[in-house]
């Protein structure tokens, strides 16, 4: 989905549209928001959330502004807040232990991730 609406933000977000789909969660809220709202809008699809990982950089103010104009006051990150966890729990805070079966990768500190 995120190439796609890359390459054709419209096309894509009218499919959607077509496919039924009432509302989207956009991931890039600083590509234009204005713009976007007016397309959204356009298509009778309204934003129940938008994943901001952008708040962890050193600028909040501008992203805090786009999830405004995008008509939502849900701001998600999505890969946590560094430290804010259990799976990311302070350097010597190991946080709870994984339920049975949780296949998930051990604690890593986020800090060092990179986003690719």
């Known amino acids: 989905m995120r190439d796609r609406l890359t390459t054709d933000r419209e096309g894509t977000l009218r499919r959607l549209a077509d496919l ?19 397309s959204l809008d356009g298509l009778g699809l309204t934003v129940t959330g938008a994943h901001v990982v952008q ?32 799976r990311n729990a302070a350097p010597g805070r190991p946080g709870p232990k994984p339920a049975k079966g949780d296949t998930r990768q051990p604690e890593r500190d986020l800090r060092k991730a990179t986003l690719g």
């Open 20 to 38: 039924g789909y009432g509302a989207v969660e956009p991931y890039d809220v600083l590509a234009d928001p204005e713009e976007l709202r007016e």
């Open 55 to 86: 708040l962890l950089g050193p600028e909040q103010g501008p992203v805090l502004d786009a999830v405004a104009t995008l008509g939502t006051d849900l701001a998600i990150v999505p890969a946590g807040i560094p430290g804010s966890g259990p």
